[in-house]
């Protein structure tokens, strides 16, 4: 079954350069590779032109107002043209065999959970300048890379169904049906680090879906770059959602049926 691909970027057109650039070495090359672009930066454009004539590229933007990131993840959701959807952030490169592992365990009824593994500065610039052929085992060691059992790939590994992980909305599965059900990702929160994954995790539960834990069979790499503070926004996030679990809800208010795809610029 062909898969639709959804990388969410904002600026950092370098870095998705090598994220593509993984995405072309997959293993099953994704039918569909949607750019969710929270932002409208014409120059995106020489970057998805390289991969142009390799990949089937779908580009969405919309207007930078702010952290607006479940906003462009659900216009993506409903360009899909795919039942499979993987979603993943334009600063994490992929194992080859990334879209195969996720591919393979999406179902209705089930949406599956990887891990990343978050490399150091200095090999990251290594990645960005000289390209993802930099990434091996032996330099992250000698890098004394933090977690590196992320990077074990282990296909043979019994599936863990249902075992409670923290989704990463960097890397998940999730098949289309579903994301219908549950009216998408919740567009209440509009502050980073918090919110699209956690949510939409607990409202599948509460549905009564299964997880797959994806760990050492989708393996990506996450490339080091600076963080703001976000300890703030993040408490605030975590108060919202701690509401919401009050209502009880799996059909998130704000969601794919009122999301308008017209916006100012469209």
Request: hydrophobic share 35%; charged share 25%; proline share 3%.
């Amino acid at each position: 079954m062909p898969v639709s691909l959804i990388i969410t970027v904002y600026k950092d057109y370098q870095t998705l350069e090598r994220v593509l650039e993984s995405v072309c070495q997959q293993s099953i090359i994704p039918a569909q590779i949607i750019i969710a672009h929270d932002a409208i930066d014409p120059t995106i454009r020489e970057t998805l032109d390289k991969f142009s004539s390799t990949l089937n590229i779908t580009h969405i933007d919309q207007e930078d107002t702010g952290f607006n990131k479940n906003r462009i993840l659900n216009k993506a959701i409903l360009r899909s043209r795919h039942e499979k959807l993987i979603f993943i952030d334009g600063d994490c490169v992929l194992h080859p065999k990334f879209v195969a592992a996720h591919r393979a365990y999406i179902q209705v009824g089930c949406f599956t959970a990887g891990r990343r593994l978050d490399l150091d500065q200095k090999t990251s610039e290594q990645v960005r300048t000289l390209g993802i052929r930099t990434i091996n085992l032996y330099r992250l060691i000698r890098q004394k890379t933090k977690r590196i059992e992320e990077v074990i790939y282990f296909p043979g590994r019994p599936l863990q169904l249902n075992k409670r992980v923290r989704l990463l909305g960097c890397n998940m599965g999730w098949h289309k049906q579903d994301l219908l059900a549950l009216n998408g990702f919740d567009m209440d929160y509009i502050l980073p680090g918090y919110g699209e994954d956690t949510d939409i995790e607990y409202r599948a539960h509460l549905m009564g879906m299964k997880s797959a834990n994806l760990r050492w069979k989708a393996i990506q790499y996450h490339l080091f770059h600076e963080r703001p503070e976000r300890e703030v926004d993040i408490s605030e996030s975590r108060l919202m959602f701690e509401k919401k679990k009050e209502i009880g809800y799996y059909f998130c208010e704000h969601g794919l049926t009122n999301l308008d795809l017209k916006f100012p610029h469209e």
